[in-house]
């Protein structure tokens, strides 16, 4: 059983990362880790299928995705629907726009408590 999947530093093409994001939400993969940094993300269909991937996967705890570029929006979601993931790796600069995206989601579904509890544990899991 794969349990670990390093990717990282591949130059997988978008469509590439949409396939391997789909088949591993399809068979719902046991996978715990998956190591994707320095891979383009930044395509839309890339960025929506790791949300999709990332909402329907129950055994994930660990994503890097450092130098990725993920769109901030479609991983927030994802982060916001995944409930075994406790660690997200990105860089410096990616993880603002990811928190502000949190923020700006759960606002549109009317979450107004200050600190929202789904953001703190959100922004808990990105690690620098």
Do not use: W, Y
């Not at 978008?14 to 068979?27: D, E, G, I, N, Y």
């Not at 991937?53 to 769109?71: A, R, Y």
């Amino acid at each position: 059983t794969l349990t670990i999947l390093n990717v990282s530093h591949c130059h997988l093409t978008p469509q590439c990362c949409v396939s391997m994001f789909t088949a591993l939400k399809r068979h719902n993969s046991p996978l715990n880790k998956l190591h994707m940094s320095c891979n383009s993300l930044h395509h839309e269909e890339s960025s929506e299928a790791l949300a999709d991937m990332l909402s329907c996967n129950h055994s994930l705890t660990e994503i890097k995705l450092v130098g990725c570029d993920c769109k901030p929006n479609a991983l927030a979601r994802g982060l916001l629907h995944n409930t075994t993931l406790n660690t997200v790796i990105v860089s410096d600069d990616e993880k603002q726009p990811v928190v502000a995206a949190l923020v700006e989601i759960r606002a549109q579904d009317g979450h107004t408590q200050q600190p929202d509890p789904e953001v703190s544990r959100c922004d808990k899991l990105l690690r620098i």
